[in-house]
């Protein structure tokens, strides 16, 4: 390869790189950005942004937000996410069945839809006595080790909206500051608890994650509460370490 050649294919690999800088600055606009609020966000000189921007409008990965006054995320760009979607039931499945086999206890996958939690996956236990429950049921997230873990990866507000809206809707009246505290040291801990909160005999941790898209994912592992008292250290290094497996995996 000649120098000009080198030289060429350096240029080319810069734009696609910087193309790909404006793109993240612009991932979770809604109402889009400015050109300059970009080349700020992205450390590049407006006019370098500007001819970046005009280059992926041709293309529709980004198009001008409905004021006119900002630039954001097209639609053709979602439809490539999507043809690149990634199954995350499928994709941990195995690391869920690892889980089950070495805690022996009944393992449930769920994501959030809206402002409920829906069972979209589940490996049975191999206990006798054991938690078990039907894949496309629903849970409420204030009362479950799975949901109280998916509102540790909102802001404050947005676990108060979903708190007050859940609590509204079961006619219940619960202290909002004491709530906010279990779920900031959910966040500290990476792990969420159910001690017969949402079914009286049944307990549970959970962690949550979210998958490439930014959907939201829990995982639990429900007990029969008397055998949770005795196995609650060995359940949260389990669910812990399986945290750390997926963490890996989404971050790739």
């Avoid at 769920?110 to 191999?126: A, K, M, V, W, Y």
């Avoid at 080790?145 to 219940?172: H, I, P, Q, Y």
């Avoid at 939201?216 to 029969?224: A, D, E, Q």
Wanted: net charge negative; hydrophobic share 40%; with cysteine.
């Amino acid at each position: 390869m000649s120098d000009a050649d080198t030289a060429e294919a350096r240029n080319g690999i810069q734009v696609i790189a910087r193309a790909a800088s404006v793109l993240r600055a612009l991932k979770g606009s809604q109402t889009g950005m400015s050109l300059g609020q970009i080349a700020e966000r992205v450390d590049l000189p407006r006019s370098t942004v500007q001819r970046i921007v005009s280059a992926l409008q041709a293309e529709r990965l980004v198009i001008a937000s409905g004021a006119g006054s900002g630039i954001r995320l097209g639609p053709e760009l979602h439809s490539l996410a999507e043809s690149a979607h990634y199954n995350i039931a499928e994709t941990i499945r195995p690391l869920l069945q690892d889980l089950s086999r070495d805690t022996e206890e009944t393992v449930d996958l769920s994501i959030l839809r809206g402002n409920i939690l829906i069972f979209i996956d589940q490996i049975p236990g191999t206990q006798r006595l054991r938690a078990v429950s039907s894949v496309g049921e629903t849970f409420p997230l204030t009362t479950t080790a799975n949901g109280k873990a998916c509102l540790s990866l909102m802001d404050n507000d947005a676990v108060e909206r979903f708190a007050r809206g859940e609590w509204a809707r079961a006619g219940v009246k619960r202290d909002m500051a004491h709530f906010l505290e279990e779920i900031a040291e959910v966040r500290q801990q990476c792990i969420a608890f159910d001690r017969d909160e949402h079914t009286s005999g049944i307990s549970a941790v959970g962690i949550a994650f979210k998958d490439w898209k930014g959907d939201l994912y829990g995982v639990s592992i429900p007990t029969p509460s008397t055998r949770f008292q005795q196995s609650e250290a060995k359940l949260m290094a389990a669910i812990l370490k399986l945290h750390q497996d997926i963490d890996a995996l989404t971050s790739r």
